[in-house]
């Protein structure tokens, strides 16, 4: 316990310091959610890490990337990390017995997509997994760099990084999707996975975000994405899980063996 107390503070102090220096190219944490998981053979719940959460920036279109929203911004951006513990690495103690820890997202919007349900499993629909930490989509593992396309990040180049898994998500909606006279407004929810080869995966803890864009008529539309601070979750929402078992693409049934 004592351990853990002071991992999880020497966490929260270089987050501080990396919020002290906000440097593009640096880690900037905005908020930090515990990842703990039910015991399998108790009502205890082990604390297995952290999922973090960078700063927003704001893009247009997936270019023009910053901290802070131009007027022509129409989307937002996150890189958001998960730092397993001494009790949850796999080469660790390994509390909760996973063989790979995955991310698994879902998008919920206020607006009907093309032949799309309001709520997704946000992955494409080519993709065989239905996690966010494969194929065609942006993450990174263990020591990694950010991915290779910068126009919508606000870093040049790419700068590495370290945690246990991580996404790079930059969500827009074009205009051309809005209904006149409506918001626009985006919410993700973002879950840890403990995946096991020989047993159920077991969801974790989850972080909610998002964006919305305000109509405001005349010839500007839609306003510039406001943010939508992340919450965090001790167990994914009954949307989340109705969203995931029910996907027309790629469902996701964690309690059997769905690969």
């Known amino acids: 316990m004592i351990n853990a107390l002071i991992s999880s503070l020497l966490f929260i102090v270089l987050f501080t310091l990396n919020l002290a220096n906000p440097l593009a190219e640096e880690l900037i944490i905005a908020k930090i959610c515990p990842v703990k998981a039910a ?4 009502k205890k719940t ?3 890490g952290i999922l973090a959460f960078s700063q927003e920036w704001f893009h247009s279109s997936r270019s023009q990337a910053s901290y802070i929203a131009s007027d022509n911004a129409t989307g937002v ?3 958001i990390h998960f730092f397993a513990n001494l009790n949850g690495q796999l080469k660790g103690r390994n509390q909760a017995k996973c063989a790979k820890y995955r991310i698994l997202q879902v998008r919920m919007s206020s ?3 093309i032949d799309e349900n309001k709520n997704q499993l946000d992955t494409a629909p080519e993709n065989t997994e239905p996690f966010y930490d494969q194929g065609n989509l942006e993450y990174g593992r263990g020591n990694h760099f950010t991915p290779l396309d910068d126009q919508d990040k606000p870093w040049q180049g790419q700068v590495p990084r370290n945690s246990t898994v991580a996404i790079y998500d930059t969500p827009y909606i074009s205009d051309a999707y809005g209904i006149e006279g409506e918001d626009m407004t985006i919410r993700f929810e973002t879950c840890v996975v403990c995946e096991r080869e020989d047993s159920f995966d077991q969801l974790l803890s989850c972080g909610q975000w998002g964006y919305t864009r305000e109509y405001i008529g005349g010839s500007t539309g ?3 994405p406001e943010f939508i601070p992340v919450s965090c979750l ?3 929402s009954d949307t989340f899980k109705e969203t995931i078992e029910f996907n027309e693409s790629t469902s996701y049934h964690y309690w059997i063996n769905w690969r």
């Open 39 to 42: 015991n399998l053979t108790s």
């Open 46 to 48: 082990n604390p297995l």
């Open 77 to 79: 951006g996150l890189e």
């Open 111 to 113: 607006i009907n997509f």
């Open 222 to 224: 839609w306003t510039e």
């Open 234 to 236: 001790s167990q994914a």
